[in-house]
C-alpha cells in the first residue's frame, strides 16, 4: 500500500468506509449500558487477582520468578492464615468472575468495532495518544481474558511464562482501564439516561429502531442502519444467557457439593480422582512428575534443615512422623485455577517440626519435594504460616493414609493459602536459622 494513503482523506475500502458497520443495535446507549457492567465487574477480577499474586509470597525465597518486577510488587503484605477459604473464594472470584463477564467484554467489544477502523486513523497527537491508551486497554483486555481462560485450560499455546506475563498484562490492562473510565464515565452516564433499560426490555424485533445520535456526534449509529434480524432484549439476552451458562457450568468447581460439582463441565479439573478417601481432585499425578512408590517407600525420610546450606538437625522416617503429637482439621486445597476441594488432613503441626529443628516457630521454611525440580517442587513459607495452629504436614487424609498422588508420604497443607503451596511428597524442610 501507497503511504501516502495512510494520510489521505479517502478511506480504503471495507471496513473502513463509512456506512460498512450497519447494526441498527449499535449506539451509545447499548455501549454505555455493556460498560456499566464491565465497571462493576472488572474491578473484583483485577483486586482479586492482585490479592492471588500476593498470596504466593513472592517476597520469600524463589517463590517468584519474575523478572523485573520492581515497582509493582510495591503493595504487597504477608498473606493471613485464617479464615481457611480465604484464598478459595478469593480465586473463585477471580477465575468465575473472568469467565463470566467474557460475554459481556466480546459483546462490548463488539459495540464499539466501527471505532477501530475510523479514518484518518490519526487526526492530531491528541487524538493519537487517546488511540494508544485504548491499545493499552483493548489489547490488555484481550489478552488477560485469552491467557486467563487457557492457563485454566493447561493449554500453553503462548511462548511465555503464564505467571508474570498474566502479571505484566494485568497493569497494562488496569492502567488502561483507569485512564479510560476517567475519560469515559462522564459521557457514559449522559448515555444511561438516553433510554430505560425496564422500558427497552419490552421492546420486540418489529419496533427495533436504531438509537438516536447522541449528542448529534454518535459514530456508533449507522448512516445506513440495516433492518434488525435481533431486538435489544435479544442481545441482551443473549449476552446475560451466556453469561448465566458459564456461570452454572463452572461455579460448581469453587462451590463444590454432590450437586453443583457434577455440572461444572466447563472446569477442566476434576474428574480423575482416586480411591475411596482419597476420591478428590489430583493436580498433578506421582507419576506424571516422576515420583515413584520406591521413592515413597521405606526409604523415604524426611529432613529437617537448621540455616540454608545448614546441617541436617533431623531425619524422620513416616513412622517417626506419625509418633509425633497429631492434628487434624478441615481445609480446602484452593487450586489458583478456580476449583477447590475442601477435605479432614491429619498429620504434624509445621510448627511442632520448626521445634524439632531447634527453631522459634515463627520461622521461615522452604519446603522441598521428592519430586526435584518441578516448579511446584519448591516453596517458601512465611513465619506466620509456620507458626499457625492449622498449618500441617499431612500424613493422613479422610482417616486414611494420604494416596501416593495425594503426597504420600507427607505433604504441606497451609489454611487460607494457594493450592500450590500445598507441597506434596516433601522431602527437606530448611528452616531460616
Ligand atoms: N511436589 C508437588 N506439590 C504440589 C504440586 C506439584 O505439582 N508438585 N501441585 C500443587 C498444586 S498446583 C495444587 S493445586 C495442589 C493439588 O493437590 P492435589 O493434587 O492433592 O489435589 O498440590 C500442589 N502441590
Ligand atoms: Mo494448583
Redesign the pocket.
Known amino acids: 500500500m501507497n503511504l501516502s494513503r495512510l494520510f489521505s482523506k479517502t478511506p480504503p475500502p471495507g471496513p473502513f468506509r463509512p456506512g460498512a458497520w450497519r447494526s441498527p443495535l449499535r449506539g451509545r446507549w447499548m455501549t454505555s449500558l455493556l460498560a456499566s457492567v464491565l465497571l462493576v465487574g472488572i474491578p473484583f477480577v483485577a483486586v482479586t487477582g492482585f490479592l492471588s499474586y500476593a498470596a504466593y509470597n513472592p517476597r520469600l525465597g524463589s517463590n517468584d520468578l519474575t523478572a523485573n518486577k520492581g515497582l509493582l510488587g510495591f503493595y504487597l503484605f504477608d498473606w493471613p492464615t485464617e479464615p481457611v477459604w480465604l484464598y478459595a473464594v478469593n480465586q473463585g472470584i477471580h477465575v468465575i468472575g473472568g469467565l463470566v463477564l467474557t460475554p459481556v467484554l466480546l459483546a462490548k467489544l463488539w459495540s464499539v468495532i466501527p471505532k477501530l477502523f475510523t479514518w484518518p486513523p490519526v487526526v492530531s497527537p491528541a487524538q493519537a495518544l487517546e488511540r494508544l491508551s485504548l491499545l493499552a486497554l483493548v489489547g490488555g483486555a484481550i489478552f488477560q481474558f485469552v491467557t486467563g481462560t487457557l492457563n485454566i485450560l493447561y493449554w500453553y499455546a503462548f511462548p511465555f511464562s503464564f505467571y508474570p506475563a498474566h502479571l505484566y498484562g494485568a497493569w497494562v490492562f488496569t492502567a488502561g482501564f483507569v485512564v479510560h473510565v476517567a475519560i469515559k464515565l462522564p459521557l457514559m452516564r449522559r448515555a444511561r439516561r438516553t433510554r430505560r433499560l425496564i422500558d427497552e426490555l419490552r421492546v420486540p424485533l418489529e419496533q427495533t429502531r436504531p438509537e438516536e445520535r447522541f449528542e448529534g456526534q454518535d459514530e456508533l449509529v449507522p448512516a445506513a442502519p440495516r433492518e434488525p434480524t435481533l431486538s435489544r432484549r435479544g442481545l441482551l439476552g443473549l449476552v446475560a444467557g451466556s453469561s448465566a451458562a458459564i456461570f452454572v457450568l463452572t461455579a460448581g468447581q469453587t462451590i463444590g457439593g454432590s450437586v453443583t460439582r457434577p455440572v461444572a463441565l466447563l472446569a477442566p479439573r476434576g474428574r480423575v480422582y482416586g480411591d475411596g478417601p482419597n476420591d478428590?481432585?489430583?493436580?498433578?499425578p506421582a507419576a506424571s512428575?516422576g515420583?515413584t512408590a520406591e521413592m515413597a517407600g521405606p526409604s523415604y525420610r524426611l529432613e529437617l534443615v537448621r540455616g540454608a546450606g545448614g546441617t541436617v538437625a533431623r531425619s524422620l522416617s513416616r513412622g517417626q512422623l506419625l509418633e509425633l503429637p497429631q492434628h487434624t482439621y478441615r481445609l480446602p486445597?484452593?487450586?489458583?485455577?478456580g476449583w477447590s476441594?475442601t477435605q479432614t488432613w491429619t498429620g504434624v503441626r509445621l510448627r511442632d517440626l520448626a521445634a524439632l529443628a531447634g527453631v522459634p516457630a515463627g520461622t521461615v521454611m522452604t519446603a522441598e519435594?521428592?519430586?526435584g525440580q518441578?516448579?511446584?517442587?519448591t516453596t517458601t513459607f512465611s513465619a506466620d504460616q509456620v507458626a499457625a495452629d492449622k498449618s500441617l504436614l499431612a500424613l493422613r487424609v479422610n482417616g486414611v493414609d494420604l494416596s501416593l498422588?495425594?503426597?504420600f508420604p507427607a505433604?504441606i497443607i497451609i489454611p487460607a493459602g494457594?493450592?500450590?503451596?500445598?507441597?506434596?511428597?516433601v522431602s527437606r524442610m530448611t528452616f531460616e536459622a
Open positions: 478428590f481432585q489430583v493436580n498433578k512428575v515420583v486445597i484452593a487450586c489458583v485455577e476441594t519435594s521428592l519430586e518441578g516448579t511446584f517442587a498422588d495425594h503426597g505433604r494457594p493450592g500450590v503451596h500445598n507441597t506434596k511428597w
